[in-house]
């Protein structure tokens, strides 16, 4: 009997802050594949890494940025959150210093104050992924 499970995936809210430790903003995506909008970085796990390991990987891969891991803001299950198959993700907050190039899925790469952020471009369900880090 083969085993069917939802995907993996690990997506990272990236604090950017300044080399004086000043916040800059979070760090969002333009993806280069459907669904095309922006993003909070993220990607699969790879089969023999931790969810740790591959946030840090991703966000590497995504965005060019070394980032901290600071605690995991929640894990996003909805069968309906990613319209090409059952996604489940789980997402931590980040912190990072310098500046992002957009490199491997992301065709672009922004910074974003909180108060700038715009919902309406969001893809999945990253508008309520980040209304959660908001609140919180």
Known sequence: MEIKTPYLA?????????ESNNFKGIVLIER?????????????????????????????EETDLDVEI????????DPQRDPRFHTVSITFVCKAYGEPKARSDAK????????EIPFD??????????????LR
């Open 70 to 77: 600071i605690r995991l803001l929640g894990i996003y299950s």
């Open 108 to 115: 672009e790469v922004h910074i974003f104050k909180l108060e």
């Open 10 to 18: 690990v997506d990272g809210i990236i604090q950017l802050f300044d």
């Open 32 to 60: 280069k594949n459907p669904p095309l909008g922006l993003a909070i970085p993220g990607g699969f796990v790879d089969v023999g890494e931790t969810v740790e390991q591959a946030v840090i990987r991703e966000m590497k």
């Open 121 to 134: 471009r969001l893809v999945f369900d990253h508008k309520k992924i980040l209304r959660d880090y908001i």
